[in-house]
């Protein structure tokens, strides 16, 4: 029974290294495999990065103009409300409404400056 046993038991270890061996062969074919397809890709992202990067670019630039000109009307907007306010409940009119203008058109200039200011910050950094 020893005997038997033992001839099992390296059955068992040519089993497993047979079965190694073809792992092993697998592993090899699917690593040749993904470099083939990652090689291809990055023939196709090489030719369409630089469209996408210009794309982006054009995309980032109209995203920070729209936000620079919504900061300055919304000043201007929140100055002439408030003054118009103002307005009706001192009966102060024209005045209230000139002035809170005025200011708000100044904080939108400030904040514009200030949003500027920030991103040109950021774009160095990149």
């Known amino acids: 029974m020893a005997d038997g046993a033992n001839n099992s038991g390296n059955g068992s270890r040519e089993q497993s290294s047979s ?6 062969a697998r592993l090899g074919s699917l690593d040749q495999r993904l470099s083939e397809i ?3 890709r990055k023939i196709e992202t090489g030719r369409s990065g630089s469209e996408q990067d210009a794309a982006q670019a ?9 936000r ?4 300055l009307v919304a000043g ?14 001192l009966s102060t009119s024209p005045w209230g409404f000139i002035v809170f ?3 708000g058109f100044t904080a939108g200039v ?17």
């Open 38 to 40: 990652r090689d291809s």
């Open 76 to 89: 201007v907007l929140v100055g002439a409300a408030l003054g118009w306010g103002f307005d009706r409940l």
């Open 68 to 71: 620079l000109s919504s900061e």
């Open 101 to 103: 203008l005025l200011l």
């Open 110 to 126: 400030v904040n514009v400056m200030r949003a500027a200011g920030v991103m040109a910050k950021q774009s160095e950094r990149l």
């Open 19 to 24: 079965d190694e061996a073809a792992l092993s």
């Open 58 to 66: 054009k995309a980032s630039a109209m995203a920070v103009g729209l």
